[in-house]
């Protein structure tokens, strides 16, 4: 049972930025590693993979990897001939993803999401080690973040370049051109937005000076991005006249929208400071400085 995988990019001789193809190839190892441990999530949360480097060939740029596959204390596990069954799903779960992206310029409804999903525990179900009645799946966001990365990944080829995932004797060329930008992925995600307004305190990571940009900052120990909308005080800010430093923190009425899929679950949070109340300054910090 054949459990390694190749890619292969082909490439015309002599063409400039050679160095596209291989930051595409490496681009795409550290794409499928990514989705190689989330697929092995659907048979047992306690299966870890690792990739590994089978063999490289020139001419074309052909490389052939494995996975390391090593359980973590299942016992459902522990009597079993289980890698190579594991092994044997995730190339087959590769080649189901590169196979849904093919006709595809990009993914238009959540809907499409789910059916992928349910196709790649279809293969868990065939493989059925554990003998389970069922089988978890990816969570939403992480598979879409896997097919981003991997459709990333082959952005710096040309339309002369092509790319194949090879399982066995079966070969599938990755779609070039697919995208899947991140504010697409929030809005597939998206079933509600909730919006509240309340005085908060936030501690300044990390100012933007010279522009309108977010701002890094903290609420407890989570760092967060904030756009400051209190323009008045924003031009008094760069131009001096409201000094702020990291560590001091900002006082005033902030708004936050928490965007929610269709489990209930955040998946995106957005901050905006909409007036300065007061600068809280950070003597400790400053003191260090000194």
């Keep these: 049972m054949n459990t390694d995988y190749w890619i292969k990019i082909e490439y015309k001789t002599g063409s400039k930025n050679p160095e596209r193809v291989f930051k595409t190839m ?6 499928f590693t990514d989705f190689d441990n989330n697929l092995a999530k659907i048979i047992s949360a306690n299966i870890a993979t690792t990739s590994t480097l089978e063999e490289i060939t020139t001419g074309s740029l052909k490389t052939r990897l494995g996975s390391i596959l090593r359980e973590i204390d299942d016992a459902a596990l522990k009597e079993l001939n289980w890698r190579k069954f ?4 995730l190339v087959k ?13 990009t993914v238009n409804e959540y809907g499409e999401i789910e059916l992928l999903n349910n196709d790649l525990v279809s293969l868990a179900r065939e493989v059925d080690i554990l003998h389970l009645p069922s089988y978890g799946q990816i969570p939403s966001v992480k598979l879409l973040e896997n097919i981003k ?15 194949k995932l090879i399982v066995g004797d079966n070969e599938k060329i990755i779609n070039q051109r697919f995208r899947l930008p991140a504010e697409k992925i929030e809005k597939l995600l998206t079933e509600q937005i909730i919006e509240t307004e309340r005085e908060l305190v936030l501690k300044v990571k990390k100012p933007d000076f010279l522009g309108y940009s977010k701002w890094e900052m903290k609420i407890g120990n989570k760092t967060i991005l904030v756009k400051i909308e209190d323009q008045n005080w924003l031009n008094r800010f760069h131009k001096q006249r409201e000094p702020v430093q990291p560590g001091d923190s900002i006082k005033g009425l902030v708004r936050l929208h928490e965007h929610i899929d269709q489990h209930g679950q955040i998946v995106t949070e957005d901050y905006s ?16 400085l000194l």
């Excluded at 909409?274 to 260090?288: A, M």
């Design 86 to 89: 594991v092994g044997s799903f």
């Design 149 to 163: 990365n991997i459709s990333d990944a082959v952005i710096p080829l040309t339309s002369d370049d092509s790319v």
């Design 93 to 105: 779960g590769k080649y189901k993803l590169i196979e849904f992206l093919e006709d595809k310029d």
């Design 273 to 288: 400071i909409l007036r300065v109340d007061e600068i809280i300054t950070n003597l400790s910090y400053q003191q260090k």
């Design 26 to 31: 490496s681009g795409l190892i550290e794409s």
